[in-house]
């Protein structure tokens, strides 16, 4: 039974990806012109063209797909009344229509912020947030935090071909080899990482360098929400493979998963505070635009996200499946290996300051 269950996983992915395929082939055909703005001022994005962003709609539907076949191949009663499963599909769906209203009108900073906060607020009442403190207020404090920053992080992080669906692609991975390493692939919400997973490798052979599409905010946000919330659950609030947890085992783990948005996310900011300008503001100064500044073609950077991304997700595994109470010092490797990128990743930020 449990071979099956794989079997059918493995055929869900196929089905999802061929689906992701055609879904943004589709928009592509008929749809011309959400997320095109035609505003005066700064061009925040790398590239100078005007693209269709309706990624983020391929990805929606996708997950909906997942969330509708779960139960008919599982016979799972009360799948869709699940906590968690709601609780993941209602901030994924204000995420998504979140982004898809700042892609065709431009919402203002505070409504999206509030939103963000409403992801936060849907996720902790069904039960997913961050228990790592005796104090439940400072769990669910250090929860909105988290929704709202990778909500963010993965939204600023969309700034350059590939770069937002190598990163997610990258986390999934290692979620999903951690539910395989721990036999734990028949999980209630396996069907949905699988179902995203395939949504994002359809769309990213639209979003290589030359992209014919973006994901827009429709797609960061609804990702921002979902990653997040995944992230909790199997992350945060998941012990290794001896049932065993800590605090700094957790985060640690969490913080090699989210590496890439986390180390991008904190430059800008920094940078950008030091400036004395708004970190909300978009801008050319993101850690991948430097890396374009030094020479490397749009296709090279991705390939660079790429391989660190794979590097961190291994890490991440390791640290979740392998990492125990007796060996807990050797997380300060792991910690140093963080350190040696954000901070190469800094002095590059910085080198080429008159493009700033």
């Not at 660190?308 to 390791?318: C, E, N, P, R």
Request: some cysteine; charged content about 10%; glycine content about 10%.
């Amino acid at each position: 039974m449990e071979e099956n269950y794989y079997y059918i996983l493995g055929i869900f992915f196929v089905a999802a990806l061929g689906f992701s395929l055609i879904i943004n082939r589709i928009l592509l055909k008929f749809v011309k012109t959400l997320g095109i703005r035609n505003q005066q001022g700064t061009v925040i994005r790398w590239s100078a063209s005007s693209k269709p962003a309706l990624g983020g709609i391929s990805f929606y539907i996708i997950f909906l797909f997942s969330i509708i076949m779960y139960p008919f191949e599982r016979e799972v009663s009360g799948c869709f009344i699940h906590p968690q499963t709601l609780g993941i599909f209602a901030a994924s769906t204000i995420g998504f229509l979140l982004g898809l209203f700042d892609d065709a009108y431009n919402t203002k900073p505070w409504l999206k912020f509030f939103s963000q906060v409403a992801c936060g607020v849907v996720l902790i009442a069904t039960g997913i947030y961050i228990k790592i403190f005796d104090n439940e207020i400072l769990n669910y404090t250090i929860s909105i935090f988290w929704v709202v920053g990778i909500m963010n992080a993965i939204n600023l992080l969309d700034n350059m071909d590939a770069i937002s669906a190598i990163v997610s692609i990258g986390i999934l991975l290692g979620i999903i080899a951690m539910l395989i390493f721990s036999s734990e692939l028949n999980h209630k919400m396996a069907f949905l990482i699988i179902g995203v997973l395939a949504a994002l490798i359809g769309f990213l052979f639209y979003n290589w360098h030359p992209s014919k599409m973006y994901m827009g905010d429709t797609g960061s946000q609804f990702l921002g929400v979902f990653l997040a919330g995944i992230g909790i659950v199997f992350l945060w609030n998941g012990p290794n493979s001896e049932g065993e947890s800590s605090s700094w085992m957790q985060v640690t783990g969490v913080l090699m998963a989210f590496a890439l948005p986390i180390i991008d996310t904190t430059t800008v900011f920094i940078k950008r505070i030091l400036k004395g300008g708004s970190p909300f503001v978009g801008g050319k100064d993101h850690t991948t635009h430097h890396l374009g500044y030094l020479g490397l073609k749009d296709n090279h950077v991705a390939m660079v996200f790429a391989l660190l991304s794979i590097i961190f997700s291994g890490l991440a595994f390791v640290i979740f499946e392998f990492i125990t109470f007796t060996n807990l010092k050797s997380l300060f490797y792991f910690w140093g290996f963080f350190l040696i990128v954000f901070i190469s990743m800094f002095i590059i930020a910085n080198k080429n300051k008159h493009l700033n």
